[in-house]
């Protein structure tokens, strides 16, 4: 069984081409962008739900969900290069960051948990999954990534780098399942997001992660109170910033301007495009 399952994009265009020429490794063409958003429909949303249900609804799954939508929307986005190749990836992952705690050394560790086919999923099934899988990460209780753990704390810092490389080469360019040697098998998927605004922090652009071949991340800003200009008046309203680093070889502005168009239009009528909330307790479906 491959790591991944890909077909080869065949209609490059010539700029396409000329990109994958041009940086040879994804240290260089990082693009950066941002996009605001009037975060109000999807916060009353949030909170109907939870009202409704009982259940722990957030934001970053109300992100993984759209995300996950928007590449279904955008299946160029949903790709991989190798071997100087871009590569269509079958299905859709969805990677987002868990904060846990060093067992040995107490300090604050990053870890993560990627949602697969999650726009094949509702909410409520992705908030289960999500709840389930960050529980086993913050518990230690998740065996292949513990394993992974495990294993590079035993590598000298000398050699992070060259077996980090090799995973990368052997997971993506040759296409192997590593997982009986503990490396999971596609660990990072197609996108990855990491909420900085659940640390109080406004904004932040991250780097791309050479060695997870993902070609986009988005950084998920706090919720603010600003004025803005709603027809000829201006009033207070919340809005979110959504701050995204991607791979210039595979994606560009045209990408990405129809990713965050589709993007607000999920924000902007979420019961149009998340669903409708579930029934107030003692109604009928």
Known sequence: MPNLKLKPKTNLSSFRR???GTWRTAYDPSV????KMR??????????????TGRRLTLTHMLVRAVAGVFEAMPDANAVLRWNRIY????????????????????????GVTIHDAEKKDLLAILDETEQRVAQVRAHKDKSLESTRSTFKRIPFMWLNKVLDAISFLSYEMNLDLSGLGIPRDPFGSVMITNIGSLGLRDAYVPLVPYSH?????????????????????????????FATFDHRILDG???????????????????YFGALPPKPGELE
């Open 214 to 242: 993902v070609p986009l991340l988005l950084a998920v800003g706090a919720v603010e109170r600003e004025p803005v200009v709603e027809g000829d008046e201006v009033i207070i309203a919340r809005t979110l910033s959504i």
């Open 254 to 272: 045209s990408h990405a301007a129809f990713m965050s168009k589709t993007l607000k239009k999920w924000f902007a009528d979420p019961e149009k």
């Open 88 to 111: 269509l990836r079958d299905d859709i992952g969805v990677f987002f960051q868990v904060a846990m705690e060093d067992e040995e050394t107490g300090e604050i560790d990053l870890s």
């Open 18 to 20: 000329i990109a994958i």
């Open 39 to 52: 975060a109000g429909p999807v916060l009353d949303y949030i909170a109907e739900f939870r009202a409704r």
């Open 32 to 35: 950066y962008g941002s996009i």
